[in-house]
C-alpha cells in the first residue's frame, strides 16, 4: 500500500486524537477507525508522522498545557 493511501486511512484518527486527546485513547479504537489491526496501525502510524500514537498524544497535552500557563 502507498504513502498516500496510508496517510487516508489515518486521516480519521489524527482528526479523533486532535479532538479527544485530554481523554484516555484506545490503541484499539486508533486501530479500528483506520480499518487495520493494532500491530499494522502502530507501525503505520509511526511510519507515517513520524511519531507514536502514544508521543502524538503527549505532545498535543503538553502543548495545551503550555497555551494555559
Do not use: W
Not at 496501525?41 to 509511526?46: A, E, L, N, V
Not at 511510519?47 to 497535552?61: F, I, K, S, Y
Amino acid at each position: 500500500m502507498s504513502q498516500s493511501r496510508y496517510q487516508t486511512k489515518l486521516t480519521p484518527v489524527l482528526r479523533h486524537i486532535e479532538t479527544h486527546f485530554k481523554q484516555p485513547l484506545d490503541l484499539q479504537q486508533m486501530a479500528d477507525l483506520a480499518c487495520l489491526s493494532p500491530y499494522h496501525f502502530h507501525r503505520i502510524f509511526k511510519a507515517v508522522t513520524g511519531e507514536t500514537p502514544a508521543d502524538m498524544v503527549r505532545r498535543l497535552r503538553l502543548q495545551a498545557a503550555a497555551d494555559e500557563l
